[in-house]
Nanobody, 124 residues
Framework: VQLQASGGGLVQPGGSLRLSCAAS????????MGWYRQAPGKQRELVAD???????NYADSVKGRFTISRDNGEATVYLQMNNLKPEDTAVYYCNAGDVRYYIRTSVTWTRAVWGQGTLVTVSS
């Protein structure tokens, strides 16, 4: 299973960006998908995630500004980021949790899969 993230870039404060992350491979099921970020010199932190059949979960710092959504049919997760602030500058990583996938005809489980990261820079 692989995750391909896209949509990062440079934006001015107050602007918007939309990140996308598509899962590919012989997927049986993915329970949760979400976004983490890591700013220079800081630890990776959860931005938002959404589990199957559950409400989205957001970091306090992004509530009211970011919206996570998921297309289960396409195994894709999106992060709409509005009113961006300089402190949102970071590498954003897509994550899939509780993933079941096929190896030959058997279903195998893995705790988490990570995407390659996409850089978001908020600066004037």
């Amino acid at each position: 299973v692989q995750l391909q993230a896209s949509g990062g870039g440079l934006v001015q404060p107050g602007g918007s960006l939309r990140l996308s992350c598509a899962a590919s491979g012989r997927i049986f099921s993915i329970n949760a998908m979400g976004w983490y970020r890591q700013a220079p010199g800081k630890q990776r932190e959860l931005v938002a995630d959404i589990a199957a059949g559950a409400n989205p979960n957001y970091a306090d710092s992004v509530k009211g500004r970011f919206t996570i959504s998921r297309d289960n049919g396409e195994a894709t997760v999106y992060l709409q980021m509005n009113n961006l602030k300089p402190e949102d500058t970071a590498v954003y990583y897509c994550n899939a949790g509780d993933v079941r996938y096929y190896i030959r005809t058997s279903v195998t489980w893995t705790r988490a899969v990570w995407g390659q990261g996409t850089l978001v820079t908020v600066s004037s």
